[in-house]
């Protein structure tokens, strides 16, 4: 082999042997490692003479003559200085600065890097700039600009009128307002517009759709109006049209049928009307839940074999589902809740060998229960719930074995529970409550090994509570009130946590003493039985208690003195003796306030309609105050549907407007906040008062901590689902309360 030959495989199989950066890049790189202003730089301690092999540093192939591309992702940068001398690489074709603290944009970058023509990625996304959108002149080879997650505002005109090449604009998550822009580049070029989480308001302007190369437009989440322009359908390679959260109304046009590679169309949270026939010709996934959608669902909704996710729910729909389904369909998710749908569930559902979320609840389907179901063998969550469904359960639903979650409560159906239900041993949810079941409970019912949840309640079920359940270890909810209930009560699961509700039975004689080993216990419900004899000292061993309700026994003797933060119910017990179990009067009302060094806030009312509370916690830090308390904030999102009964909370009666109740349940939670110091408080999470109406925005968060703007609990409201609060809602306790959650969801 030649000597020339022999050089050439070498240099082929070690490119490091050829690494020649530029000498004057070197020394432009070794400059600006020292004007980052970072201590240390993550750019220091690096052995390697080349700054090529730095780190974020790519060079161009294959002898890394020059810097191509520069990534200061997650670097830790605050000023933004050092960018005069990073713009002296005229060979940069990509900057990434996201992910660090830049407040600002310095204007030796739009000198310097505006004149580098083959840049054309620049990332400044997930950074604190803030003011007004700065011009972008003479980046003529710029394709890419990302500035989302900022807090960048103003109206957006022709800063970016010049970008002759943009290709994809990405403003997300700032505060720009205005009119959504059109003025995004000279030659159309545009293929992606993302401007969610902004506050544009007015209509959708048509000359954004002159933009024909565009495959993704995101306006969600900000406050448009109007129609959605009939031209939509000029935008023939637009795959993704997303335009949830806004104000938009009217029909949604038929012209988005025909673009032949939309694939997913998102106009959740708005005011549209009509469902157009023909919207799932071409398209995955249709989400237009949350709107005021009337009259029949589409016949051919459902016939597409493409079609992978459907989302209807919340709407005013009525008649029946749809029989014309495709026998090859890609259906996974299939949601139709919360509207006025009638007729029986149709059983070419179970042809949907795909499916795996049926979500038909809070309708007014009759009928039985299709046994076909049984053959949809790859379904996760089935929820029927709160429907007009008769007849007994069928056995075939024992079939669906990767089953997590069934919902049929609030139906009317009969019959014994099958023991074939109990085969299914990756259920976590069980709720079947609110129907006319008879019979006993299963002992197989240890068999469903993962159940964490399970909701019995109100039914005429007979007979002793099994001994297997005690084996259920990773059980938190066991709800049998309101039964026929009788006999012992056996060893409970050792990790409930939620709730034990054994009220409204036949139970007699002494409460168990295994109950006081439910050290996570929250909320004990033994109310409505014939439960006698002394209320035990052990049951102050449950130390996670917030709420005993012992209310209507034959209970005797003293009831025993609880922590000063379990609400008490023992009325109705002739023989009881109950001391006041309230604790002495705050005598200096703020040098006795609890502080509280944690506190977890989302609030999100983007939607007006139900709430959805979500677990957080209060760490008390002064002594005497044991243990870090759970206890549930809440989210919410609508408040807007008729009659949300939470009659038994301190906010009480009957809400028909929603900011009625957000009032309401605001007032109930200032008088908890004002028990507890918060001047201190870390706030996890947010609270977007822009969102908001003037008249719903909270007067007295202003006289909180500058650091704690908002708390908002919900207590436990055990369902909100729809339009309506089905279970009691305890009194609210700002300390801590029991794990909560959106059915449904």
């Keep these: 082999m030649s000597l020339s030959l022999f050089l050439s495989f070498f240099f082929l199989l070690h490119p490091l042997v050829l690494a020649q950066l530029d000498e004057s890049q070197r020394s432009i790189m070794f400059n600006l490692n020292q004007s980052l202003g970072v201590t240390p730089s993550p750019w220091n301690g690096t052995k390697a003479s080349d700054p090529c092999l730095w780190k974020g540093v790519s060079c161009s192939p294959p002898n890394n003559s020059s810097i191509i591309s520069l990534s200061l992702y997650g670097f830790g940068l605050s000023g933004s200085d050092f960018l005069t001398e990073l713009c002296k690489i005229g060979s940069l074709q990509s900057l990434n600065l996201s992910n660090n603290y830049l407040k600002s944009i310095s204007d030796g970058f739009f000198n310097g890097c505006g004149g580098i023509d083959g840049l054309k990625l620049l990332d400044f996304s997930r950074n604190r700039l803030v003011g007004s959108l700065p011009t972008f002149r003479n ?75 565009l495959t993704l437009l995101n306006l969600s989440d900000n406050f448009l109006n109007g129609s959605i322009p009939e031209a939509i359908g000029n ?13 938009l109304s009217g029909k949604i046009p038929e012209s988005i049928s025909s673009i032949s590679s939309l694939q997913r169309f998102a106009a959740n949270q708005n005011n549209f009307v009509v469902v157009p026939g023909g919207i799932t010709t071409y398209l995955k996934i249709l989400d237009l839940s949350y ?43 299939l949601r139709l809740g919360s509207n006025l749908l009638s007729g ?33 063998q ?39 529970i099958p023991p074939e239900i109990t085969r299914l041993q990756s259920l976590g949810v ?69 709730v034990l509700n054994l009220s409204s039975n036949l139970f007699q004689g002494p409460i168990p003493t295994t109950l006081s080993q439910l050290t996570s216990l929250e909320v004990l419900d033994l109310s409505n039985n014939r439960f006698s004899g002394k209320v035990r000292d052990s049951l102050r061993g449950l130390v996670s208690l917030t709420q005993l309700i012992l209310s209507n026994n034959q209970l005797s003797g003293v ?85 949300i009964n939470i009659s038994n909370n301190w906010a ?64 436990h409201l055990r369902e909100v689902n729809g339009a309506r609060v089905t279970r009691d809602a305890p009194t609210l306790n700002f300390a801590s309360f029991p794990q909560t959650r959106k059915y449904g969801e």
Excluded at 438 to 463: A, C, D, F
Aim: a neutral charge; charged letters at 15%.
């Design 139 to 213: 980046f003529v080879g710029l394709e890419f600009l990302d500035l989302s997650f900022n807090n960048l505002s103003g109206e957006i005109n022709s800063q970016l009128s010049q970008l002759i090449s943009l290709k994809s604009l990405n403003l997300c998550y700032n505060r720009f307002s205005g009119s959504v822009p059109t003025q995004l580049g000279k030659s159309f070029v545009l293929e992606q517009l993302q401007l969610s989480k902004n506050m544009f308001h007015g209509e959708i302007p048509v000359e954004v759709l002159a933009y024909k190369n």
């Design 235 to 247: 935008l023939s390679k637009l795959q993704l049209l997303l335009l949830s959260s806004n104000r």
């Design 291 to 333: 709107n005021n959608l009337c009259g029949l669902i589409p016949s051919d909704l459902l016939s597409q074999s493409s079609l992978q996710h459907v989302d209807l729910s919340y709407n005013l729909l009525h008649g029946t589902i749809p029989e014309r389904i495709s026998s090859s369909s890609s259906l996974v998710r």
């Design 344 to 376: 029986s569930i149709p059983a070419k559902l179970a042809t949907i060998r795909n499916l795996v979320y049926l979500e038909l609840e809070n309708n007014n389907f009759f009928g039985s229960i299709p046994p076909e179901l049984g053959a949809c």
């Design 378 to 416: 790859n379904l996760l969550l089935l929820n029927l719930a709160q429907n007009n469904i008769t007849g007994t359960l069928p056995v075939q639903l024992g079939n669906l074995t990767k089953l997590q979650v069934m919902k049929l409560q609030q139906n009317k159906l009969d019959g014994q």
């Design 430 to 498: 069980l709720n079947l409550s609110c129907n006319n079941l008879t019979g006993s409970i299963p002992s197989s019912i240890s068999n469903m090994t993962k159940l964490t949840n399970t909701i019995l309640q109100s039914n005429n079920l007979v007979g002793s509570i099994p001994v297997t359940l005690g084996d259920l270890n990773f059980l938190l909810e066991l709800n049998l009130g309101g039964n026929k209930l009788s006999g012992s009560i056996p060893r409970m699961p050792p990790k409930l946590q939620i």
């Design 559 to 643: 009831l025993p003195q609880f922590s000063q933060h379990v609400l008490i119910n023992a009325s109705g017990n002739p023989d009881l003796i109950i001391i006041n179990n309230a604790p002495p009067p705050n005598t200096s009302p703020e040098s006795e306030k609890k502080k509280v060094s944690h506190a977890w806030v989302r609030w999100n009312p983007a939607r007006l309609g139900s709430m959805e509370p979500r677990r957080g916690f209060l760490e008390p830090s002064t002594p005497g105050f044991e243990g870090t308390q759970a206890c549930v904030l809440c989210t919410l999102l609508s408040l807007s549907w008729p009659l």
């Design 652 to 715: 009480k009666g009957h809400y028909t407007e929603g900011a009625e109740l957000i009032d309401a349940v605001l007032d109930v939670v200032r008088k908890e906040v004002e028990n507890y110091d918060l001047s201190q408080a870390l706030v996890l999470g947010s609270f977007e008062p822009s969102k908001f109406p003037a008249n719903v925005i909270p007067s007295w968060h202003a006289k909180l901590s500058k650091k704690f703007e908002v708390a908002l609990t919900c207590a």
